[in-house]
C-alpha cells in the first residue's frame, strides 16, 4: 500500500490525533521531519496523499525547505491527489497554489468557533457537522483563497479558515489537537498568550476542560478525515 507524507514543522507539533486516526485504520504513514532535517522528496511516486502539520515559522520566510515542499503540493494537486493543510500546513497549501500569505487582523490562539460558509462544497466535506463548532487555534497569519478553490469555513476575526481544492483541504485552524499537545503548546508558547484578549486565551482556559474538549474536536476531525481520505489512492 502506498504510503502517507507528514510533514512536521517543529517537534511539538506533530501529527497528533492525524496518526493515531491513520494508524486505527491501518495506513501507512512516513513522518518528514523538517525540523530534523530530513530529506523533503521531490517526487510523489509511492504516495497516496500528503499532510501538513502546523509550525511557529512564517511561510513568507526565507527558509530552504519552503520552496521544495511547495513544489511537492502542487505536483500533487495536480496529479489529483489529496492534501491535508493545518494552520501553516494550510498556508503552504495556498502558497503554492498561488495565494498570498499576510498577517490575520487579530492573533487567535484558543478553543474558539468556526462557521461553515454554505455552499454544495461545503455541505460535502462537512456534512454531519453542525453549522458552527469548535477547533483549536493558534495562528497570527492567515491565507489567501486560491483561485479555483472554495472556501467552507470562516470566524468571527479570521474570514479564511479552510479551503476545498479537488481533494485538498487546506485549514487555518487545528483539528489534530491531543491533550498532551494543547499542554505543550501552552508551556512552549507562553510567551505568546499575552496580553490575554477576547481571541487570546490563557493557559488555563486553554487546559480547562480539556479531556471534554479533545473528545469533541476528535470527534469532529474524524468526519473530516473521512471525507478527506476518500480521495487517497
Not at 476542560?209 to 487517497?232: F, K, T
Request: glycine content about 10%.
Amino acid at each position: 500500500m502506498q504510503e502517507i507524507l507528514i510533514f512536521r514543522h517543529a517537534p511539538h507539533e506533530g501529527p497528533g490525533y492525524l496518526a493515531d486516526y491513520l494508524e486505527r485504520r491501518g495506513l501507512p504513514l512516513r513522518l518528514v521531519r523538517i525540523d530534523r532535517q530530513d530529506p523533503i522528496p521531490s517526487s510523489i511516486d509511492g504516495v497516496s496523499g500528503i499532510a501538513l502539520m502546523g509550525g511557529p515559522m512564517s511561510v513568507n520566510d526565507n527558509l530552504p525547505w519552503i520552496p521544495k515542499v511547495t513544489r511537492l503540493i502542487q505536483k500533487a494537486v495536480e496529479a489529483d491527489l489529496p492534501v491535508l493543510g493545518h494552520c501553516l500546513g494550510g498556508q503552504l497549501i495556498s502558497k503554492a497554489l498561488g495565494g498570498v500569505i499576510t498577517r490575520s487582523p487579530v492573533k487567535e490562539i484558543g478553543w474558539l468557533p468556526v462557521t461553515r460558509v454554505e455552499s454544495a462544497v461545503a455541505q460535502d466535506w462537512l456534512d454531519g457537522l453542525p453549522r458552527e463548532f469548535e477547533v483549536f487555534h493558534w495562528h497570527g497569519e492567515t491565507f489567501s483563497i486560491p483561485t479555483g478553490a472554495t472556501r467552507i469555513l470562516a470566524s468571527r476575526d479570521c474570514a479564511n479558515q479552510a479551503f476545498v481544492i479537488g481533494k485538498t483541504l487546506a485549514m487555518q485552524c487545528h483539528i489534530e489537537m491531543t491533550g498532551e499537545m494543547v499542554r505543550a503548546w501552552a508551556r512552549v508558547g507562553a510567551e505568546e498568550l499575552a496580553p490575554v484578549c477576547a481571541t487570546v486565551q490563557n493557559p488555563r482556559t486553554l487546559t480547562a476542560n480539556l479531556d471534554e474538549r479533545v473528545a469533541r474536536i476528535q470527534g469532529l476531525a474524524d468526519v473530516i478525515y473521512d471525507r478527506w481520505m476518500q480521495g487517497l489512492r
